[in-house]
């Protein structure tokens, strides 16, 4: 199961950290992704890391404000958010990439947690 956390509250061009946390399971060897989701929308990808070649891969409305990155040693991924605006508000949720596919399918991730709320005042 993994569970995601560092979500609150922050105003307009500020930033959060998330942390994805796994127990039971060692991270380094999944593909893993961030999605995100608001209420009556579906579940819209953020980022995703392969954990094989190493690459990342981040929906357009996030480059170059968000980073997905991993610490192996205490089997975690995190997200990076900067530049955070009011549309970035959210339940953060982390999945693990189960089947092969665009990364942006939330199909192809399972293990979901119980997601982090992002909250960004305008």
């Known amino acids: 199961q993994l569970q995601a956390s560092g979500g609150g509250l922050v105003q307009t061009g500020g930033s959060l950290r998330l942390s994805c946390a796994a127990s039971?399971?060692?991270?380094?060897?999944?593909?893993m992704g961030w999605f995100r989701q608001t209420p009556g929308k579906e579940r819209e990808f953020v980022a995703a890391s392969s954990w094989s070649s190493g690459s990342s891969y981040y929906a357009d409305s996030v480059k170059g404000r968000f980073t997905i990155s991993r610490d192996n040693g205490k089997n975690t991924v995190y997200l990076q958010m900067n530049r955070l605006t009011p549309e970035d508000t959210a339940v953060y949720h982390c999945?693990?990439?189960?089947?092969?596919?665009?990364?942006?399918?939330?199909?192809?991730?399972?293990?979901w947690g119980q997601g982090t709320l992002v909250t960004v005042s305008s």
């Open positions: 999945g693990t990439k189960r089947y092969s596919g665009n990364w942006n399918d939330s199909r192809l991730y399972d293990n």
């Open positions: 039971g399971r060692t991270l380094s060897t999944w593909n």
